[in-house]
């Protein structure tokens, strides 16, 4: 379904964009870039190389940031396809819950011996 929708987005020279659930088992995105335990993704064949459509998932190298990044997505990680510049597509519907974020265990603890503020501080240079 998902290789037959990026196909028919293509032929109407739209660019198709799909959605994850980053959190899902086996989905390798940077993560840096992932919202709500979403990602989107251009998959247009300007914005990736390389790019694998099978039934088990879909896979391409992509660039974040300028850097070259191998982007693997399991097909039942992929929660939606659509074309970016009308929103026709398709949303598939799920049972599982978007799972939570790594455990703090693997976050870096930081000090809080200075309050944390929301602006850096300002000096006048002359």
């Given at each position: 379904m998902i290789r037959a929708l990026n196909e028919w987005i293509l032929e109407n020279d739209c660019t198709p964009y799909i959605l994850v659930n980053a959190y899902a088992r086996d989905v390798q995105v940077p993560q840096s870039y992932v919202k709500d335990g979403q990602i989107v993704l251009n998959i247009s064949p300007v914005a990736v190389q390389d790019l694998v459509?099978?039934?088990?998932?879909?896979?391409?190298?992509?660039?974040?940031?300028?850097?070259?990044?191998?982007?693997?997505?399991?097909?039942?990680?992929?929660?939606?396809?659509?074309?970016?510049?009308?929103?026709?597509?398709m949303i598939f519907d799920t049972d599982d819950p978007i799972p939570e974020p790594p455990g703090p265990g693997k976050r870096k603890k930081e000090s809080s011996d200075k309050p944390k503020t929301s602006r850096p501080p300002l000096r006048v240079v002359k």
């Open positions: 459509i099978s039934n088990a998932g879909i896979e391409f190298n992509g660039r974040f940031g300028g850097i070259p990044t191998l982007v693997y997505v399991p097909t039942l990680a992929v929660l939606g396809i659509y074309a970016k510049e009308n929103g026709q597509g």
